[in-house]
């Protein structure tokens, strides 16, 4: 077609998607291109404008490595991450459920942990936590021989791939719950943090005002043949960043509540002074047992990274 004005140009351009053989990818191209077409005549997008978006996208490709993907921060700070896992798994996001991010840092490969075990496997500062999680299906029963990934940041706000301070696969492990759906182990209560602000999703944040931190959290990673994999974040219910998650991650289905001991024995010998429990179920339906790619495979072998914490602006007041 030869195009004649801008209207003809979407229609040109929808009618080629019109040829996509895979109907699914017809659909999401067709939708993908009309919304596009709209968000740029609607904007009134310039052409500086355009070309600073492209370089944008083009620049969380490039800082994409094995051990950062801005690519998928970017989609958390936007809020696409949630919006996905909401729509795919609560009924089209009309029902609370246990699913939730997966998150920028998970890594294939965590050691086989017996139940009951740590995952500290070096010198990581932060209190003690015995943490006992149940699997169950959507009738409430117990779901055996699941194997739980778990992973987190250190109490100082690090992931162990960001930092050469951590041994390799510190604060990571793999369980596989027993008759009751349950496993148990021991790790040190996890840090809020901030997420990296040295690329495009930092500009992005500092241009709308917004900080940059996670609410503390551990990570679920629930996976069993004849059941959907399950992605889940336990936030701590202390933490003062749950109303305001810079990833929009936080439901009510998943704050837990770390019980804090101070005069009680700890479950662990070595354990002297103040400890905490937590305690939760997660939800997971039948489905597909499918692994995605992990977003990072590797350690970085680089200093770690300052943590620089961004302030949240007075609301309504632009900086």
Not at 130 to 148: I, N, T
Not at 204 to 221: M, Y
Request: negative net charge; hydrophobic residues 35%.
């Amino acid at each position: 077609m030869i195009i004649q004005n801008q209207a003809e140009l979407t229609q040109a351009v929808l009618s080629e998607v019109a040829r996509t053989p895979d109907p699914r990818l017809r659909r999401i191209l067709a939708a993908a291109v009309q919304h596009l077409h709209d968000f740029v005549r609607e904007t009134e997008l310039t052409e500086p404008e355009f070309r600073k978006i492209c370089a944008v996208i083009a620049q969380c490709g490039q800082l994409t490595t094995p051990s950062h993907n801005e690519v998928v921060l970017a989609a958390g700070s936007l809020g696409v991450s949630a919006l996905v896992c909401q729509l795919n798994n609560s009924r089209g996001g009309t029902s609370e459920t246990t699913a939730n991010l997966m998150g920028p840092f998970w890594r294939q490969g965590s050691p086989l942990t017996a139940n009951g075990g740590s995952i500290v496997r070096s010198q990581t500062p932060g209190d003690p936590v015995f943490v006992k999680a149940w699997v169950q299906d959507e009738s409430g029963e117990p779901v055996a021989g699941a194997d739980v990934d778990i992973w987190q940041a250190s109490g100082e706000g690090y992931y162990e791939n960001q930092d050469p301070q951590q041994a390799d696969m510190n604060l990571r492990g793999k369980f596989v719950t027993d008759a009751q759906g349950c496993i148990e182990f021991r790790t040190v209560k996890p840090s809020g943090y901030p997420i990296p602000v040295s690329g495009p999703v930092g500009a992005l944040i500092r241009a709308q005002g917004r900080h940059n931190l996670r609410p503390a959290h551990i990570h679920f990673l629930i996976h069993k043949s004849g059941y959907k994999t399950q992605f889940s974040q336990l936030y701590s219910s202390d933490d003062p960043h749950l109303e305001t998650d810079v990833q929009f991650g936080v439901t009510r289905a998943l704050i837990g509540n770390y019980v804090l001991h101070e005069n009680e024995p700890a479950p662990a010998a070595d354990v002297v002074g103040c400890w905490y429990s937590l305690e939760h179920r997660f939800v997971i339906s039948h489905g597909e047992a499918a692994l995605p790619p992990p977003p990072i495979t590797g350690k970085s072998q680089a200093p770690r990274p300052p943590l620089v914490v961004l302030e949240r602006s007075t609301e309504g007041t632009p900086r």
